[in-house]
């Protein structure tokens, strides 16, 4: 496969007639590699005085990208070139995350020298411990990320020029190198137990366990299947290009925001149950259904257009197959059950009836609704041991470098502006302005 900038076709035009007043516009075809074709409005308004209008941007291009690939119809994933299910079968989050930063899989020297790039960024500034004394012991963990992420711009005033390619890469590996352990810390702050320090023997996926689940009084060894199953899970979430969240990072990063802000934006739009809230809320929802006998029953409020009920954990903005991820999660959740000894995990064997009922359901096929990589990962999640309210940060975590990813990507882009979508308006027309004596 080739990559090349994308190709405006002076020869392919799409013409656009307004009606009423018999005006012919034309607009331009863009072709990227792969993928349908791209009408060009960048001058529409300029030269018709008409706005596009698409709330929820469904078809709408807002950058040009050559990151990662997605063919929601046939369920494919591509990050750089590579299929998804190849990464996270013969690669490791390392590799993934230079693949993503800097376009190409590493060679072993290169790989060696990114791993101990990052390990050597992996501690906070200690100051930083004093912020999460700051929030009560029931926050939620993604509050403390949102704000001690962007924290993370008040300590590090030496990679704040975004304008620097340094800057940019020594921001980039502090934020990949710092999130697991403020991940980490945000957990073991609200159960109480003192910090643990990232250990620079150990792997990405391996410190994070190590962080979360250490205690200063006894050894913790980390077990290989779950770091293993750690580190899939990181890949599998590492990037999904323009996606709420990436899009977040970009429209905060283009008005020139330091990358920390950025992130820190990212976070807050990963938080809502429509993007990465769902594994904790698929989690929720298998509790609140109990046994497979009320699955019917739960299925039809899903269905059920005056009940706000979804099914969570399945549907996709772009998937309309089914997710290449989620099979791999399902894959790796039987890995970690049964490394664990968890037979017959009841929410497992509920999940699986829940999905094959749905698969069957007339609604879920002709609407296209598929499991998506929330599906499993939540139920992954708690057989680790790991508490429901964090799941989202353990996404957090792994999109850190897509996002960070696609933030150098916009800056480096020449055509870059700053994101500024207008509107339909439907409110008043000018009005009167009546004095507060006046006013009824
Ligand atoms: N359960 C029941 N019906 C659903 C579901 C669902 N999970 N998802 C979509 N539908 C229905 C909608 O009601 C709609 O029906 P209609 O055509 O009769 O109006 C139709 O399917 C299309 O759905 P939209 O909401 O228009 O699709 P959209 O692309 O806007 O939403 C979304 C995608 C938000 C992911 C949605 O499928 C959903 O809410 N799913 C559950 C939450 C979830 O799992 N989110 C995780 C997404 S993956 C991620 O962020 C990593």
């Avoid at 941007?57 to 950058?63: A, L, V």
Wanted: proline residues 5%.
């Amino acid at each position: 496969m080739t990559q090349n900038s994308a190709a405006v076709d002076k020869k392919e035009t799409v013409t656009l007639t307004d009606n009423s007043t018999g005006r012919t516009f034309e607009l331009p075809l863009i072709s990227g590699t792969v993928g349908p074709k791209v009408m060009d409005v960048r001058s529409f308004y300029g030269d018709t005085g008409y706005f596009t209008y698409d709330p929820g941007f469904t078809s709408t291009g807002s950058c040009e990208s050559k990151i990662t690939y997605i063919d929601g119809d046939e369920g494919v994933l591509l990050h750089r070139g590579y299929a998804i299910d190849d990464l996270a079968e013969h690669a490791d989050f390392m590799e993934v995350s230079y693949l993503l930063l800097k376009g190409e899989l590493p060679t072993s020297e290169q790989k060696k020298k990114f791993e101990s790039d990052i390990t050597r960024h992996t501690m906070v500034h200690e100051q930083i411990n004093n912020f999460y004394r700051g929030f009560r012991r029931d926050a939620h963990p993604m509050a403390i990320m949102c704000g001690v992420v962007g924290a993370l711009s008040a300590f590090y005033h030496d990679s704040l020029d975004i304008r620097d390619p340094h800057q940019r890469m020594i921001a980039s590996y502090r934020l990949i190198a710092k999130i697991p352990t403020i991940a980490a810390w945000a957990y073991k702050y609200s159960i109480g137990q003192p910090f643990v320090y990232p250990k620079n023997e150990l792997s990405y996926a391996e410190n994070f366990l190590h962080m979360m689940f250490a205690v200063p009084c006894e050894e913790y060894k980390v077990n290989p299947v779950l770091a293993s199953a750690m580190d899939k899970i990181l890949i599998l979430h590492a990037d999904h290009e323009q996606n709420a969240s990436t899009s977040t990072v970009r429209l905060a990063g283009s008005s020139g925001a330091n990358p920390f802000a950025c992130i820190a934006a990212g976070i807050a739009s990963l938080w809502g149950p429509a993007h990465g809230g769902a594994n904790e809320a698929v989690l929720n929802m298998l509790e609140q259904i109990g046994s497979k006998e009320r699955i019917p029953e739960f299925i039809k409020r899903a269905k059920d257009k005056s009940d706000p009920f979804r099914l969570m954990g399945f549907g996709h903005r772009v998937y309309k197959n089914y997710d290449p991820r989620a099979k791999v999660m399902q894959r790796t959740c039987h890995e970690v059950l049964d490394e664990l000894g968890v037979r017959d995990e009841p929410l497992l064997e509920l999940a699986m009836e829940l999905e094959r009922i749905a698969l069957e359901d007339p609604y879920f096929v002709e609407k296209k609704l598929y499991p998506n990589v929330d599906f499993y990962s939540g139920i992954i999640f708690r057989a680790m041991g790991i508490p429901t309210s964090m799941f989202t940060v353990l996404f957090a975590v792994a999109r850190t470098v897509g996002w960070i990813a696609q933030w150098s990507e916009m800056i480096e882009d020449p055509a870059q502006k700053i994101g500024r979508p207008r509107q339909l308006y439907t409110g008043y027309t000018h009005r009167k302005f009546v004095p507060l004596h006046a006013r009824g």
